[in-house]
């Protein structure tokens, strides 16, 4: 095996993305994704057989556009890396099978890691159109906000080091917000509905709750996150509204309710990096796209003296890039393979890093 400069490729499979990433070393070759969440949106919200369904169908032809793609063939990879926790069981079990199965087949190592610390090591890829960006230093806090989990990290070395200083207890963020458009009669995914709705409304129209905020949850859920409070305020704010015969303004609701939602997921992470003396901040997940939440992150960090780092929606959204990227510096760190004894676990601690 190359472990200077290894070919990797990265399988995701943990919520409803199937993602095919292929890098060299900490280079993105290719990052191919198809997304389930058109047959998810009548619901509402992701549905596990739905997704693991999805992944079935498409994990060959979604490999094979990447490989081709990145224009390598398979049998070039040095290795297979694939996401095995956390996530939902059954779509992690599509991903973890077919990693497998492909690593037998081919005879080549596999690397199983952990999905969160993967939207970390999306910040090492280094693309075409970012090529000399400067490298994460260590320690950093990080904020991996998606619809499937929010959580705030300590990371003092990608591969080695990385502790759970939070996370929700309730909804995740992307949750929230999917919730509340359905809520406000938007459709699914909800976040970009809210920020385009909350365009030119006025976000300190209601102050909506902020969870576990207050002084008595700050001994035990310092850098904890709520978020099932603030959805159920809303709901019996347009509730009462509509009810006393009244129109719901959607724009100043959308833009209270989101400013509600980044205010506490930021203070939160700059309370982190001012607690603990760590002067940077990565964020991951697919929330980083609300427009509302990157203005404010800078506003807050440069407020703060830290440094902030976003890396590009598409590395930042659940792709299999970031997998391929942490297994290749897994290898490049000497790492071992994995044993093909691991299975798909769901509920996986961020601190385990390589299973
Ligand atoms: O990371 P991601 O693509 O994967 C999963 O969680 O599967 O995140 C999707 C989540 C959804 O809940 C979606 O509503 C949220 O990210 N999201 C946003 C925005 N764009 C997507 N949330 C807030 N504002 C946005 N602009
Ligand atoms: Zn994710």
Same mark, same amino acid.
């Given at each position: 095996? *190359? +472990?200077? *400069?290894?070919?990797?490729?990265?399988?995701?499979?943990?919520?409803?993305?199937?993602? =095919?990433?292929?890098?060299?070393?900490?280079?993105?070759?290719?990052?191919? =994704?198809?997304?389930?969440?058109?047959?998810?949106?009548?619901?509402?919200?992701?549905?596990?057989?739905? &997704?693991?369904?999805?992944?079935?169908?498409?994990?060959?032809?979604? =490999?094979?556009?990447?490989?081709?793609?990145?224009?390598?063939?398979?049998?070039?990879?040095?290795?297979?890396?694939?996401?095995?926790?956390?996530?939902?069981?059954?779509?992690?079990?599509?991903?973890?099978?077919?990693?497998?199965?492909?690593?037998?087949?081919?005879?080549?190592?596999?690397?199983?890691?952990?999905?969160?610390?993967?939207?970390?090591?999306?910040?090492?890829?280094?693309?075409?159109?970012?090529?000399?960006?400067?490298?994460?230093?260590?320690?950093?806090? &990080?904020?991996?906000?998606?619809?499937?989990?929010?959580?705030?990290?300590?990371?003092?070395?990608?591969?080695?080091?990385?502790?759970?200083?939070?996370?929700?207890?309730?909804?995740?963020?992307?949750?929230?917000?999917?919730?509340?458009? +359905?809520?406000?009669?938007?459709?699914?995914?909800?976040?970009?509905?809210?920020?385009?709705?909350?365009?030119?409304?006025?976000?300190?129209?209601?102050?909506?709750?902020?969870?576990?905020?207050?002084?008595?949850?700050?001994?035990?859920?310092?850098?904890?996150?709520?978020?099932?409070?603030?959805?159920?305020?809303?709901?019996?704010?347009?509730?009462?509204?509509?009810?006393?015969?009244?129109?719901?303004?959607?724009?100043?609701?959308?833009?209270?309710?989101?400013?509600?939602?980044?205010?506490?997921?930021?203070?939160?992470?700059?309370?982190?990096?001012?607690?603990?003396?760590?002067?940077?901040?990565?964020?991951?997940?697919?929330?980083?796209? *609300?427009?509302?939440?990157?203005?404010?992150?800078?506003?807050?960090?440069?407020?703060?003296?830290?440094?902030? +780092?976003?890396?590009?929606?598409?590395?930042?959204?659940? *792709?299999?890039?970031?997998?391929?990227?942490?297994?290749?510096?897994?290898?490049?760190?000497?790492?071992?393979?994995?044993?093909?004894?691991?299975?798909?676990?769901?509920?996986?601690?961020?601190?385990?890093?390589?299973?």
């Amino acid at each position: 095996m *190359n +472990r200077d *400069n290894p070919l990797v490729l990265g399988i995701e499979t943990s919520c409803d993305e199937t993602g =095919i990433g292929i890098v060299r070393g900490s280079r993105l070759l290719s990052n191919t =994704i198809a997304s389930s969440m058109d047959e998810h949106a009548r619901y509402g919200g992701v549905v596990p057989e739905v &997704a693991a369904r999805a992944h079935l169908e498409e994990l060959v032809p979604m =490999i094979r556009a990447a490989t081709e793609d990145a224009g390598i063939r398979l049998e070039d990879v040095d290795a297979i890396a694939v996401t095995y926790g956390p996530g939902l069981s059954g779509a992690l079990m599509v991903g973890v099978g077919a990693a497998k199965a492909l690593a037998i087949a081919l005879g080549k190592p596999i690397y199983a890691v952990n999905h969160l610390v993967g939207h970390v090591g999306a910040d090492v890829l280094q693309t075409d159109a970012d090529p000399g960006t400067e490298p994460l230093e260590y320690p950093t806090i &990080a904020l991996l906000v998606s619809g499937g989990h929010t959580s705030l990290l300590l990371v003092r070395d990608l591969i080695s080091d990385v502790e759970l200083l939070g996370e929700t207890i309730d909804d995740a963020a992307g949750e929230a917000f999917d919730k509340v458009a +359905r809520i406000l009669g938007l459709p699914y995914p909800g976040g970009p509905q809210i920020d385009r709705v909350a365009l030119g409304g006025d976000p300190a129209y209601i102050r909506f709750p902020r969870g576990l905020s207050h002084h008595k949850d700050m001994e035990h859920h310092r850098y904890d996150f709520s978020f099932s409070g603030l959805k159920t305020s809303v709901a019996r704010w347009v509730e009462q509204t509509r009810d006393a015969g009244e129109t719901v303004p959607l724009a100043d609701v959308a833009a209270s309710f989101r400013e509600a939602a980044i205010d506490i997921l930021l203070t939160k992470a700059v309370a982190a990096c001012t607690d603990l003396g760590v002067p940077r901040l990565l964020l991951g997940g697919g929330v980083i796209a *609300n427009a509302r939440l990157r203005e404010l992150a800078v506003e807050r960090t440069d407020a703060a003296g830290i440094a902030l +780092r976003i890396p590009p929606l598409s590395l930042c959204t659940d *792709n299999g890039a970031m997998i391929a990227a942490l297994g290749a510096q897994l290898i490049m760190a000497g790492h071992e393979p994995s044993t093909l004894d691991f299975g798909a676990d769901s509920t996986l601690p961020a601190s385990v890093i390589q299973g």
